[in-house]
């Protein structure tokens, strides 16, 4: 079993920069493909980011892609979601998750966090 928690949220302007922490405990997850979703008010959780366990890439959704970096440090257990240029539409409650298949959608991941908001306000 695989505990995870997301720290690093909190209420920004618009044009700043958070930056999200998932630390994760029980297993080491550097064998697993660690993701970023959101979920806004009323709306279905959506796909954000994953880094792959085996070359270290990358996929983004369409509305991050060039403003998001998903990175992860296997030694400390841990990865991150460096958001810049924040905008309202960004607000959401973000989530990190763990799975090992390679795939964007929420049933590719087990493990998830609890979540943390972030609020940009305009």
């Known amino acids: 079993q695989v505990q995870l928690v997301e720290s690093g949220g909190g209420l920004v302007q618009a044009g700043d920069s958070l930056r999200l922490s998932c630390a994760a405990a029980g297993r080491t997850v550097a064998e697993y493909n660690l993701g970023w979703f959101r979920q806004a008010p009323g709306k279905e959780r959506e796909f954000v980011g994953y880094?792959?366990?085996?070359?270290?890439?990358?996929y983004y959704a369409d509305s991050v892609v060039g403003r998001f970096t998903i990175s992860r440090d296997n030694a400390k257990n841990m990865w991150y979601l460096q958001m810049n240029s924040l905008q309202p539409e960004d607000t959401a409650v973000y989530y990190c998750?763990?799975?090992?298949?390679?795939?964007?959608?929420?049933?590719?991941?087990?493990?998830w966090g609890q979540g943390t908001q972030v609020t940009v306000s305009s």
């Open positions: 998750a763990a799975g090992e298949v390679f795939a964007s959608a929420p049933g590719a991941f087990r493990y």
């Open positions: 880094i792959r366990w085996d070359i270290e890439r990358t």
